[in-house]
């Protein structure tokens, strides 16, 4: 024997992981790595695969190929391992409607093997850093959809697990209570945690990620930094305008319909080439994590 093996740096490995549903592939070739205690954010358009490369991920699914590791252990060789040090919050789960947030919380820790004490203990914490002190003895039933996503939250990072995925946790979520959760995460990856986390919006997912994973098609296109993502783009700012009369070829944009996106490395130019489409109106501004993932989508040619 030649000493221990190194444990692995990283939280999460997928490589050429694909799912294939009768002749559909819902994902055709994920490969990315999230380190450990950092948040991770798997972003992408509703259908793009995201859900299902975590149900993968989490042992729920088995891949049609490739493989994933979740703090060094196989996802098909050792997946009872692994469902010991995850715990999983689904897009379309809610609690009970008979049970307030605090039941809902306490036993769904009393669930995985915690006491009564301090599962209620823990669940008081929990309660208090997503905002739900004034609803905590409300049943189900009469909270808003944003309020028992946050419960759902709660109960899920409350298990401390080492490996907390959260598939659109700020979805319905109100906008000071989406930044209340946000900031919550950070913090869990101080405790030892690493969080995973699905979304489509780019911006929000730039406030907490350490690395993004951008996944389109069932393609991973992307997985880096945020700061990584923006190199991707050579552009500083987008002029946002009303769908022009003028002949757009030969200028770079999206179409997104009743809007058109025309990026610019020189602001200075923006004037000219309303003038030539015959826009009157337009907005203008720096570039952001969003417009980096539509140009990535565009350069590889596909269609928006």
């Not at 798997?42 to 590791?69: D, E, H, R, V, W």
């Not at 929000?204 to 393609?219: F, P, R």
């Not at 109106?281 to 969003?290: A, D, G, M, Q, R």
Request: glycine residues 8%; contains cysteine; charged residues 25%.
């Amino acid at each position: 024997m030649y000493g221990a093996e190194v444990p692995s740096m990283y939280a999460v490995e997928a490589y050429d992981m694909g799912k294939k549903f009768e002749n559909v592939w819902a994902v055709k070739s994920a490969t990315f790595t999230i380190p450990r205690k950092s948040v991770g954010v798997i972003a992408g358009p509703n259908g793009a695969g995201k859900t299902t490369t975590i149900k993968m991920l989490i042992t729920a699914l088995k891949p049609s190929k490739g493989n994933g590791k979740i703090i060094g252990f196989d996802i098909v060789e050792e997946f009872r391992e692994i469902r010991k040090h995850v715990a999983y919050q689904p897009q379309d789960y809610s609690m009970f409607s008979d049970l307030t947030p605090e039941q809902f919380i306490i036993s769904t820790l009393m669930m995985r093997g915690r006491g009564y004490v301090e599962a209620r203990i823990e669940a008081y914490r929990w309660i208090e850093e997503l905002g739900l002190i004034e609803i905590k003895n409300r049943k189900g039933w009469s909270l808003s959809g944003g309020e028992r996503r946050r419960a759902v939250v709660a109960a899920t990072l409350a298990t401390n697990a080492d490996v907390v995925f959260l598939d659109e946790p700020t979805s319905g979520v109100d906008v000071e209570a989406k930044y209340a959760v946000l900031k919550v995460l950070r913090s869990c990856i101080r405790n030892g945690s690493t969080i995973v986390l699905t979304t489509h919006n780019l911006v929000e997912a730039g406030l907490v990620a350490d690395t993004i994973i951008v996944i389109h098609n069932g393609y991973t296109l992307f997985y880096g930094s945020p700061t990584e993502l923006m190199e991707k783009i050579p552009y500083r700012y987008k002029m946002t305008m009303s769908k022009p009369s003028g002949n757009l070829s030969g200028i770079f944009h999206i179409d997104l319909g009743d809007k058109v996106i025309i990026w610019l490395k020189d602001r200075s130019k923006a004037f000219a080439i309303a003038e030539t489409l015959g826009v009157n109106t337009f907005s203008i501004e720096e570039v952001n994590l969003e417009d980096a993932y539509l140009y990535l989508i565009k350069s590889l040619g596909e269609k928006l």
